[in-house]
């Protein structure tokens, strides 16, 4: 009997019509396989990952193969988006066994769950090297009839190994100049001069490297910093990994040139990449990185939001050709011919010059796509406009991608600060109301009468499982934003509650941090990585947030956590600088200060814009008017208006400037 149906992940859900017989994850699971006595499939993926689609079609929807494993093990379906906690600890066996991961991720495990052997997608037939599912299946099989204790030793050698991989400390000292200084060296020496961005194919968006470098600019003044940030930012705006019709960007480049990319698009990437081309424009006042920061709010706000105000969790890469094919990135790719059936020949034309689209194609079977390689929009700005309005018209009425609607916690508090301070930025208070709509989503929904965070939501009901260390520190990074936005301090209380749990259920000694509350289900080891994958690690997150909240309120423990959990950037950040990307930005705010900035005067009165234009590294900003207004934000306690002006006053490092009523003064004092 397939369980699955009824749950919360869609996901799940895509496989609750499988003839596999799938378990979600949970105690019932695994005590049904010592009752039966056979080992547990663990299939690990999500929604609208292209090959965990590709190997359900091929494998758990075929009745033979399910037949097969129903007989022989439990299956176990896991949403790596709802349980993040569950696919970090067997990922890093995966990657510690194979030397590499991803997803789908297929894991045997013993009724204990303890891993044993290992693997990604496997082929319904041999090929590439590669053994069929069908053959993986049956030497399990025999392997766990024939050599038992085998398995077992194979499996308690594992468990013990990831148990000797915990951080037992936050291995370093608080980074500092030196640091920083060997973290940007090895990112220049990573760095890609011809096409931006760092490494080869596959290349992802490095937008957490890339808020690391703005600040790092910020700070310093080093000009090669910005250079690679702003590079970066237009070598991907202007290619294929940015949809150049609706806005938003997909996941990553399959090329090292941005050309092809994997078409999913996740509210993640978008939400991160909204913010990095918001500061960037407020570092340089460039054109591009203002149209790319309020198109991808935009497409956020347009797709990716629920009808209870949050934002889904991604599109799918698939979506179903003209030839009623499901296939990848049908929905985004154009030939000449289908450029003609819209425009006709002239304009045709002058599309395919400028986006790049060829008769035999940069994608599969002759189809292209759209990247800005022709003339300057400057050009014929009219001309572009028009076109891409016919063009986004006749896409809107082919089949559109599937939509992950559940939300997560985490990527609605990145999104929750993107669309806040984009909305400021660029006098779209509309996109405020949506960032303050989100919030409230988590807090009614979410956070319930305890303030203890759930990780997922569906159609407004909660999800089961409980939010891990990167959903605390990422909301409380929203809130945080959302409260120098709107000079509402119930986003600051908020934030507050969350830290404190993560004080008191998420810390450890000597800094150290862990993924989940130590009140969380027991997996085979508490799972802490300080690491950047596609998101902040939350280790960095909750730093970020905590740094944020002790500079707006005086408070000594948060800042000494801060602290100590920064040392890991002290000793990963010189090594390995692309993969603690946030957490060299959130080093670069400690050294700063940050910078506090509290406008006594309206809510988005100009002192207020100022300081949130300002560049210094994670300054944080309270404003308000009126004798309660620090009663929500402390910085506001005892400053007054000078002269019946609205005034700024700036401190950092517990000394503070001479309140001013200009601007411009302001400006200077922020690093503008």
């Given at each position: 009997m397939n369980r699955l149906a009824g749950?919360?992940?869609?996901?799940?859900?895509?496989?609750?019509?499988?003839?596999?017989?799938?378990?979600?994850?949970?105690?019932?699971?695994?005590?049904?396989?010592?009752?039966?006595?056979?080992?547990?499939?663990?299939?690990?993926?999500?929604?609208?990952?292209?090959?965990c689609h590709v190997m359900a079609h091929e494998s758990f929807e075929d009745a033979a193969v399910a037949d097969y494993l129903n007989a022989h093990f439990v299956p176990v379906k896991v949403d790596r988006e709802e349980r993040p906690d569950v696919d970090a600890v067997y990922m890093e066996a995966v990657q510690a066994a194979t030397g590499q991961g991803?997803?789908?991720?297929?894991?045997?495990?013993?009724?204990?769950?303890?891993?044993?052997?290992?693997?990604?997608?496997?082929?319904?037939?041999?090929?590439?090297?590669?053994?069929?599912?069908?053959?993986?299946?049956?030497?399990?099989?025999?392997?766990?009839?024939?050599?038992?204790?085998?398995?077992?030793?194979?499996?308690?050698?594992?468990?013990?190994?990831?148990?000797?991989?915990?951080?037992?400390?936050?291995?370093?000292?608080?980074?500092?100049?030196?640091?920083l200084a060997q973290a940007l060296l090895r990112l220049t020496r990573d760095?890609?001069?011809?096409?931006?961005?760092?490494?080869?194919?596959?290349?992802?968006?490095?937008?957490?490297?890339i808020e690391f470098l703005l600040r790092h600019h910020a700070r310093t003044g080093a000009e090669g910093a910005l250079q690679m940030a702003a590079d970066s930012c237009a070598a991907m705006a202007k290619g294929g990994i940015y949809d150049q019709l609706g806005g938003g960007f997909a996941r990553y480049a399959v090329d090292r040139e941005w050309v092809v990319p994997h078409f999913e698009k996740m509210l993640y990437d978008n939400a991160l990449l909204c913010r990095v081309y918001a500061h960037l424009?407020?570092?340089?006042?460039?054109?591009?990185?203002?149209?790319?920061?309020?198109?991808?709010?935009?497409?956020?706000?347009?797709?990716?939001?629920?009808?209870?105000?949050?934002?889904?969790?991604?599109?799918?890469?698939d979506s179903a050709d003209p030839q009623g094919r499901h296939v990848e990135g049908a929905f985004y790719v154009w030939t000449p011919a289908q450029l003609r059936e819209v425009l006709g020949e002239e304009d045709a034309a002058f599309a395919a010059e400028y986006f790049g689209v060829t008769e035999e194609g940069t994608f599969e079977e002759g189809s292209s796509v759209l990247r800005l390689v022709g003339a300057g929009e400057a050009d014929?700005?009219?001309?572009?406009?028009?076109?891409?309005?016919?063009?986004?018209?006749?896409?809107?009425?082919?089949?559109?991608?599937?939509?992950?609607?559940?939300?997560?916690?985490?990527?609605?508090?990145?999104?929750?600060?993107?669309?806040?301070?984009?909305?400021?930025?660029?006098?779209?208070?509309?996109?405020?109301?949506?960032?303050?709509?989100?919030?409230?989503?988590?807090?009614?929904?979410?956070?319930?009468?305890?303030?203890?965070?759930?990780?997922?939501?569906?159609?407004?009901?909660?999800?089961?499982?409980?939010?891990v260390l990167e959903d605390y520190g990422d909301v409380a990074?929203?809130?945080?934003?959302?409260?120098?936005?709107?000079?509402?301090?119930?986003?600051?209380?908020?934030?507050?509650?969350?830290?404190?749990?993560?004080?008191e259920h998420f810390s450890g000694e000597g800094g150290q941090l862990f993924d989940t509350a130590d009140d969380a289900e027991r997996l085979i080891r508490r799972p802490q990585d300080p690491t950047d994958s596609a998101t902040p690690a939350g280790w960095t997150a909750a730093a970020g947030a905590l740094l944020?909240?002790?500079?707006?309120?005086?408070?000594?423990?948060?800042?000494?956590?801060?602290?100590?959990?920064?040392?890991?950037?002290?000793?990963?950040?010189?090594?390995?600088?692309r993969f603690i990307g946030w957490g060299l930005a959130v080093a670069e705010a400690l050294l700063d200060g940050p910078r506090e900035v509290a406008v006594a005067g309206p809510v988005a009165g100009e002192l207020h814009r100022t300081a949130l234009l300002g560049r210094a590294p994670g300054a944080v900003v309270a404003v308000g008017e009126g004798p309660d207004a620090g009663t929500e934000f402390p910085l506001l306690v005892d400053r007054p208006l000078v002269g019946g002006e609205p005034t700024a006053y700036v401190c950092r490092h517990f000394v503070c400037d001479a309140p001013t009523t200009d601007a411009g003064d302001l400006t200077a004092k922020l690093g503008g």
């Open positions: 749950v919360t992940s869609p996901y799940l859900l895509q496989h609750a019509e499988n003839p596999v017989d799938w378990w979600p994850w949970g105690p019932d699971a695994f005590e049904e396989a010592r009752r039966r006595g056979v080992p547990v499939l663990l299939s690990v993926g999500y929604a609208s990952c292209h090959w991803g997803w789908p991720m297929t894991v045997f495990l013993t009724p204990e769950a303890e891993p044993f052997y290992f693997g990604t997608y496997f082929p319904p037939e041999p090929r590439h090297g590669m053994p069929s599912f069908q053959q993986v299946l049956e030497g399990v099989v025999a392997a766990w009839s024939d050599r038992r204790d085998e398995v077992a030793e194979v499996a308690g050698r594992i468990v013990r190994d990831l148990a000797g991989r915990s951080l037992t400390a936050a291995e370093g000292a608080l980074p500092g100049e030196p640091e760095y890609d001069e011809k096409h931006g961005g760092f490494g080869g194919a596959p290349k992802f968006a490095p937008s957490m490297v424009w407020r570092a340089t006042g460039s054109g591009l990185a203002r149209r790319v920061a309020l198109e991808t709010a935009d497409f956020m706000v347009r797709e990716l939001r629920t009808a209870e105000g949050g934002f889904a969790s991604a599109l799918d890469a014929d700005p009219a001309r572009v406009a028009d076109v891409r309005a016919r063009l986004l018209a006749a896409r809107d009425l082919r089949v559109r991608p599937e939509r992950d609607d559940k939300i997560v916690a985490a990527w609605n508090g990145l999104a929750i600060a993107a669309l806040a301070e984009t909305g400021a930025y660029f006098d779209r208070p509309d996109l405020v109301e949506r960032a303050t709509e989100a919030a409230d989503l988590l807090v009614r929904v979410h956070m319930g009468d305890v303030a203890r965070l759930c990780r997922t939501s569906r159609d407004g009901r909660a999800g089961d499982n409980s939010g990074e929203g809130f945080l934003a959302l409260a120098s936005v709107t000079g509402e301090g119930t986003w600051l209380e908020f934030a507050g509650f969350l830290l404190d749990i993560v004080l944020s909240y002790a500079a707006h309120t005086g408070s000594e423990p948060h800042r000494t956590a801060a602290e100590g959990a920064l040392g890991i950037v002290g000793a990963l950040g010189p090594k390995a600088p």
